[in-house]
Every structure is written in C-alpha cells, then in structure tokens.
C-alpha cells in the first residue's frame, strides 16, 4: 500500500514537501515515481527514482530544476520536494510503484494528494 500526503495551498514561489510512505513492501526494492493528474485529464509523469540498486532520478522538463525526489529508507518513503512552485503545478499529485524500471507499468498508487498555487 501506499499513501501520499503533504498537499496544501501555497502561493507562487513558495515550496512543498509530498510524502509517499510505504507499507508491505520495501520501498528501496522499487523504482517509485510521482504523477499528476486532474480529474478527467491526462497523467503526466513528474519525477521517478530508480530502485537503490541503479539510484537515478528523472524529472520532466518543466519542473526540472524545481522538484527533487529523494528517498528516506530508514522511514519507508519516498519525497517529492517541490520549490518554486507555479500556479500551473497546480494538481493532484500521485505516487506510484512501478514493476521494473522508471515509466514501465505500475502495479500500485497511492491516493492522490492535492496541490493548488494560487495567490
């Protein structure tokens, strides 16, 4: 199972730290990766990290340089540290556990977690 928190309302610029936090499985033994997506919209994948053995991080384009994914293993999770935050990152925001490597098919998600920027 996994369960997403920290969304909130926050104004242009400022940051947001989103939890994934894992139970029944080893967060470290998977590639985990972030999504949004509004209802009725298209998911666009934010962010993913590769299992510990291979340890690399993704970004998309737009958020690259903003966003960072980290893991804390002692805590089974997975964060999405997002700065500078813009009213179009405005979403609701999903982790996912992939079944082999970053962007392949996922076989769990967490529920959604809101962000809204707005000033």
């Known amino acids: 199972q996994l369960q997403a928190s920290g969304g909130g309302l926050v104004q242009p610029g400022e940051s947001l730290r989103l939890s994934c936090a894992a139970s029944?499985?080893?967060?470290?033994?998977?590639?985990i990766g972030w999504f949004r997506q509004a209802p009725g919209k298209g998911r666009e994948w934010v962010s993913c990290?590769?299992?510990?053995?291979?340890?690399?991080?993704h970004y998309e384009a737009s958020v690259k340089g903003r966003f960072t994914i980290s893991r804390d293993s002692a805590k089974n999770a997975v964060y999405l540290i997002m700065n500078s935050l813009k009213p179009e990152d405005t979403d609701v925001y999903y982790c996912?556990?992939?079944?082999?490597?970053?962007?392949?098919?996922?076989?769990?998600r967490g529920q959604g977690t809101l962000v809204t920027v707005s000033s």
């Open positions: 996912a556990r992939f079944t082999v490597g970053c962007y392949t098919q996922f076989d769990l």
């Open positions: 029944g499985f080893t967060m470290d033994d998977y590639s």
């Open positions: 990290v590769s299992h510990r053995g291979l340890g690399r991080t």
